[in-house]
């Protein structure tokens, strides 16, 4: 079993930056892969990025040039580096744990808000 809990959310103006944490507990965390995914009101859940066990990433084409994910194995924690936010970064961002290297969706923190306005 494996439990996420998400930090680091807030308000932020257009164009400024805001880093995601998560902390996981758990002694799967360095084997399995790390995501988040965000859901915006009105709109269907999206993967934004993902890093593997080896360190591997690769991001939604929404986010590329702008986030950047980022795990710390020995502190059991999974980080998502955002930049340049735009209003239509808006959205609950979910942490995520699981063993697909690519949808990684076995497990799920509660998520925490992000808002980008001015």
């Known amino acids: 079993q494996v439990q996420l809990v998400e930090s680091g959310g807030g308000l932020v103006q257009p164009g400024g930056s805001l880093r995601l944490a998560c902390a996981a507990s758990g002694s799967m965390f360095s084997r399995n892969t790390m995501g988040w995914y965000r859901q915006a009101p009105g709109k269907e859940r999206e993967l934004v990025a993902v890093?593997?066990?080896?360190?591997?990433?690769n991001y939604a084409d929404s986010v590329k040039g702008r986030f950047t994910i980022s795990r710390d194995n020995a502190n059991n924690t999974v980080y998502l580096q955002m930049s340049s936010l735009k209003p239509e970064d808006t959205a609950v961002y979910y942490c995520?744990?699981?063993?697909?290297?690519?949808?990684?969706?076995?497990?799920w923190g509660q998520g925490t808000q992000v808002t980008v306005s001015s």
């Open positions: 995520t744990s699981g063993y697909s290297t690519i949808y990684p969706n076995n497990y």
């Open positions: 890093i593997t066990t080896s360190g591997s990433t």
